[in-house]
């Protein structure tokens, strides 16, 4: 069974930092690329960063670029985001998503984990 | 503000039709393909059409996608209590380079 984990979130105060982890099993991690999609509180979902196989190539959302960073270790079938400089507007749960062979064009996401909550507040 | 437009609410009674619709402009929808994810509240996305038009195993065959220029439907028939929800299009956008999301429309079944 394809199942993702989530874990690392929590209570961070504006400019603080945090470090997501996406553990993956039931299928063959290296062959696919990884998605982080974050939804605030009340509000729709809204795509976060992704990266391919390799981990090589990385996209990230404007509203996150140049603070968080997405990275995958694909010995351990996990993908991580790590995220900086946070904002109260970061407060959202995030939820990785297993994406297709890139992540270039691709805005399937056939398998999500059950989220993690990041709360940004003093 | 979303890229993608979304009907913020969409209801229908058991056993009807309901349609939603996805407003997107050339550099997403006019070129790229549409896929529709269902949330219950309280739970993650579930994938219910990919690539436009076609379903997920274990989606029921009561869901159904299309696209037409700049805009895509989901369309739901045979309406059930189950099929409740929060409904959001997604496509990638070549401006951007990078997936977007429509805003979501709250389905309520009657």
């Known amino acids: 069974e394809v199942q993702m984990v989530e874990s690392g979130g929590g209570l961070v105060q504006p400019g603080g930092s945090l470090r997501l982890s996406c553990a993956a099993s039931g299928f063959v991690f290296s062959s696919y690329a990884m998605t982080w999609v974050r939804q605030a509180p009340g509000k729709g979902l809204e795509w976060v960063t992704g990266i391919d196989v390799s981990g090589m190539s990385t996209y990230y959302g404007h509203s996150v670029r140049g603070r968080f960073t997405i990275s995958r270790d694909n010995a351990k079938d996990t993908v991580f985001l790590q995220m900086n400089s946070l904002r109260v507007e970061d407060t959202a749960i995030y939820y990785c998503?297993?994406?297709?062979?890139?992540?270039?064009?691709?805005?399937?996401?056939?398998?999500w984990g059950q989220g993690v909550l990041v709360t940004v507040s003093s | 503000q979303s890229v993608l437009t979304q009907p913020p609410s969409a209801s229908g009674t058991p056993g009807q039709r309901v349609i939603v619709s996805c407003s997107g402009s050339?550099?997403?929808?006019?070129?790229?393909?549409v896929n529709w994810y269902q949330q219950v509240p309280g739970m993650a996305p579930k994938l219910v059409i990919y690539t436009t038009n076609q379903r997920p195993s274990g989606v029921p065959a009561r869901f159904s996608g299309s696209k037409s220029g700049t805009s895509a439907s989901l369309a739901i028939s045979g309406l059930q209590s189950e099929d409740e929800a929060d409904y959001y299009c997604?496509?990638?956008?070549?401006?951007?380079?990078?997936?977007?999301f429509g805003g979501g429309t709250k389905l309520t079944v009657l």
């Open positions: 997604a496509t990638w956008d070549d401006s951007l380079n990078g997936p977007v």
């Open positions: 998503a297993k994406g297709g062979t890139q992540v270039r064009g691709v805005s399937s996401f056939d398998r």
């Open positions: 050339t550099s997403n929808i006019g070129r790229n393909i």
